[in-house]
């Protein structure tokens, strides 16, 4: 819904920004307003996309919980463990990108970085999790 109001209307991707990254929204502006255009228009596609897989995982979703034992891989206790480091990798990401977005001086430069360091932590975020449900399962 917010691709398509940002795709409408290129204001509210800026006031939206503003508000919830003013950060990252001041580190946009010094680049100026080609690069904020560029940006911006980057940020709509991966809306889009993300929209997409994330209706593609809520359908597979509803096929396979027939299929699958209902009771939680986590309790609160890991949950909240999960929660707490996924925050600290919200700060630590929110402070790459702001370096990066100073360091970098085209919109497509700071793109492939943010695809590089999105790669990299989806990775160790994977691993992670898939290192506690194997140390779950086998004890």
Do not use: C
């Amino acid at each position: 819904m917010m691709a398509i109001l940002f795709s409408i209307k290129g204001e509210y991707y800026d006031k939206f920004l503003s508000f919830m990254n003013p950060g990252l929204y001041s580190a946009y502006s010094k680049k100026g307003s080609e690069f904020i255009r560029k940006k911006r228009r980057i940020n709509i596609i991966s809306y889009y996309f993300l929209s997409a897989i994330t209706g593609f995982n809520a359908f597979m979703q509803i096929r396979l919980m027939a299929s699958i034992d209902l009771r939680p891989l986590f309790g609160l206790r890991e949950s909240l463990h999960f929660a707490l480091v996924i925050l600290g990798a919200i700060f630590l990401i929110n402070y790459i990108s702001i370096v990066i977005i100073k360091k970098s001086k085209t919109a497509n430069e700071d793109l492939a970085w943010n695809i590089i360091l999105g790669i990299v932590l989806a990775i160790i975020l994977i691993v992670i999790i898939s290192i506690y449900i194997l140390q779950r399962l086998i004890f």
